[in-house]
């Protein structure tokens, strides 16, 4: 059995001294593995880093093996912000969090076209580019089963002034149906419900340990997955 589809690569792991495990998220085939070698010659080595663009052609005797890779470089997306950590963190962060939450072989164009278009952000030269990151980790969030309701206050049915978010359910609540449970709600920010409006650091914060909670709590706890080291450095890189 034999198919070709373009992809993204995600990650790479050591199978034997002379293979590797390769995973790429591809439009046709959703996020599929399979065995490469060669990886240490100077021209593939540069292609299988997390967030590249290939064109993957796999191989195997029925579609439940591992298979073989062999690929073929169409962008390397990384190699454009080599010098811009924060960035790079996040393009390996966005990877990881596909390679745990993504069931394999599964198509989701959601999914695929929304990892595409944040790399187009992240190298793009655009300051607000950590904005788009955290917006992009909600829709994950909502791709797999478990989005949150930011439209109306949970407890007043308000539109506007939503300002919390309640960490039972993950709808958004305002000031005034907060009460006295303020110190127990998740800071909502307001970058969330009006995406043009000016953020600060702070905001920021709040966003990363927002979608970071529901990750943790609706997904990484419950199946006994660590939440991915890369996201972790990406938010130490922003606290205040």
């Given at each position: 059995?034999?198919?070709?589809?373009?992809?993204?690569?995600?990650?790479?792991?050591?199978?034997?001294?002379?293979?590797?495990?390769?995973?790429?998220?591809?439009?046709?085939?959703?996020?599929?593995?399979?065995?490469?070698?060669?990886?240490?010659?100077?021209?593939?080595?540069?292609?299988?880093?997390?967030?590249?663009?290939?064109?993957?052609?796999?191989?195997?005797?029925?579609?439940?093996?591992?298979?073989?890779?062999?690929?073929?470089?169409?962008?390397?997306?990384?190699?454009?912000?080599?010098?811009?950590?924060?960035?790079?963190?996040?393009?390996?962060?966005?990877?990881?969090?596909?390679?745990?939450?993504?069931?394999?072989?599964?198509?989701?164009?959601?999914?695929?076209?929304?990892?595409?278009?944040?790399?187009?952000?992240?190298?793009?030269?655009?300051?607000?580019?950590?904005?788009?990151?955290?917006i992009w980790e909600l829709n994950l969030l909502t791709e797999i089963g478990y989005g949150l309701d930011?439209?109306?206050?949970?407890?007043?049915?308000?539109?506007?002034?939503?300002?919390?978010?309640?960490?039972?359910?993950?709808?958004?609540?305002?000031?005034?149906?907060?009460?006295?449970?303020?110190?127990?709600?998740?800071?909502?920010?307001?970058?969330?419900?009006?995406?043009?409006i000016i953020y600060s650091k702070e905001d920021i914060l709040d966003g990363l340990n927002l979608s970071?909670?529901?990750?943790?709590?609706?997904?990484?706890?419950?199946?006994?997955?660590?939440?991915?080291?890369?996201?972790?450095?990406?938010?130490?890189?922003?606290?205040?």
């Amino acid at each position: 059995m034999r198919w070709s589809s373009e992809g993204f690569v995600l990650s790479l792991k050591p199978h034997n001294e002379k293979s590797y495990i390769l995973e790429v998220l591809t439009r046709e085939h959703g996020k599929h593995k399979g065995l490469i070698r060669g990886v240490h010659s100077k021209n593939l080595r540069s292609i299988i880093e997390p967030g590249n663009e290939i064109t993957a052609h796999w191989s195997g005797r029925l579609e439940t093996h591992l298979g073989n890779y062999s690929i073929e470089g169409i962008k390397s997306w990384s190699s454009l912000i080599l010098a811009e950590k924060e960035k790079l963190c996040a393009l390996t962060s966005a990877c990881s969090l596909i390679t745990n939450t993504l069931a394999e072989k599964q198509p989701n164009e959601n999914i695929y076209s929304g990892l595409k278009s944040l790399i187009q952000i992240l190298t793009s030269g655009r300051n607000d580019w950590i904005k788009d990151y955290i917006i992009w980790e909600l829709n994950l969030l909502t791709e797999i089963g478990y989005g949150l309701d930011l439209s109306k206050c949970a407890v007043t049915s308000e539109k506007d002034n939503l300002v919390f978010v309640s960490p039972s359910t993950g709808s958004a609540v305002t000031e005034i149906g907060a009460g006295d449970y303020k110190s127990k709600l998740l800071k909502l920010p307001s970058f969330l419900i009006d995406h043009k409006i000016i953020y600060s650091k702070e905001d920021i914060l709040d966003g990363l340990n927002l979608s970071e909670f529901f990750l943790k709590k609706w997904f990484f706890l419950p199946n006994n997955l660590h939440f991915p080291e890369s996201r972790n450095r990406l938010k130490d890189m922003f606290i205040i």
